[in-house]
């Protein structure tokens, strides 16, 4: 039996702390440490790929897996919470699939952080203004998260992307193309979508402290019986994907338009950017790469 109080309560709980932690931006971080306005450099965005464009690899690489773990993180302390919750929430075993509200709404305030809000009331909700202070556009928090869901969709969406992304020089085209992958792999029966809740759930697990039905332990789920769960999980994907495309959306413009900066390449300077003082960067390529 689920008591359905307080699983809106624990769903609401882990939006917000997903959330929370989405909103801890690496980059802003490293621009401070490197002393850097990186939102003044290349696409203004503060996630990896333009990290790894202004700061260096190294910075590039940590941005990215913060990134991507607090994705991961979100979805781990949402099992943690519920396994450690089932003597107030019931049988987990129907309504498992919460735990990943945490994860997506990481995502969402990756790109939509805290500051971001802030200047959205500051400036009466002037979505151009407030725009300024945006985050990145999800791609690495997503890969968190799918990792989270199954480790066997993260390798093959993980492989996707360096796959295409050696073809065609394109962070953005992989990062849509891998993600897309993703949701559609959520249509396999046979991956453990809840191995988190197995593995805290288990007896032997340190961090468990109640009990959990041992029903659930079957990191086989079918049509069947738990039809539900890959309907949410399908959804869940999607929406995930659908939300990393919306900010790529100028990338999809520019790909189309084939404007797009590729990984890899140095920009050939034009005769007028050379003849320009100070190398200063025209306004009119800003946000010209994808942010992870």
Same mark, same amino acid.
């Given at each position: /039996? #689920?008591?359905?109080?307080?699983?809106?309560?624990?769903?609401? =709980?882990? %939006? +917000? /702390?997903?959330?929370? /932690?989405? *909103?801890?931006?690496?980059?802003?971080? $490293?621009? @401070? #440490?490197?002393h850097l306005d990186i939102k003044s450099k290349g696409s203004g965005n503060l996630g990896s790929t333009n990290v790894l464009r202004t700061c260096g690899p190294i910075a590039g690489l940590i941005t990215f897996i913060w990134d991507s773990m607090k994705g991961w993180l979100a979805v781990f302390f949402s099992s943690l919470i519920l396994v450690n919750a089932v003597d107030l929430v019931g049988d987990i075993s129907k309504v498992g699939y919460i735990i990943y509200l945490g994860g997506f709404f990481a995502i969402i305030g990756h790109c939509y952080p805290l500051h971001f809000l802030y200047f959205l009331f500051k400036f009466k909700f002037d979505v151009n203004r407030a725009n300024e202070y945006h985050g990145g556009k999800g791609a690495a928090t997503s890969a968190g998260v799918c990792l989270a869901i199954s480790p066997w969709i993260y390798l093959i969406c993980f492989a996707t992307f360096w796959i295409v992304l050696f073809?065609? @020089?394109?962070? *953005? !085209?992989? *990062? %849509?193309?891998? =993600?897309? !992958?993703?949701? +559609? $792999? /959520? $249509? +396999?029966?046979? !991956?453990d979508y809840f191995y988190m809740l197995n593995i805290l759930g288990n007896d032997n697990c340190i961090l468990k402290i109640g009990s959990v039905s041992h029903e659930f332990m079957n990191p086989t789920i079918n049509f069947k019986e738990h039809w539900d769960y890959l309907f949410f999980c399908f959804v869940f994907m999607f929406f995930m994907w659908a939300l990393v495309v919306y900010k790529h959306k100028d990338n999809i413009l520019r790909l189309l338009n084939r404007s797009e900066n590729k990984m890899f390449q140095k920009k050939h300077k034009t005769k007028e950017e050379e003849s320009k003082p100070n190398g200063k960067e025209n306004p009119e390529n800003k946000d010209n790469d994808t942010n992870v």
């Open positions: /039996m #689920v008591n359905a109080g307080y699983v809106v309560l624990f769903s609401f =709980i882990f %939006m +917000i /702390m997903g959330y929370l /932690m989405g *909103s801890i931006l690496f980059g802003a971080i $490293l621009s @401070k #440490v490197f073809i065609t @020089k394109y962070v *953005s !085209l992989s *990062s %849509m193309i891998s =993600i897309g !992958l993703g949701f +559609i $792999l /959520m $249509l +396999i029966p046979s !991956l």
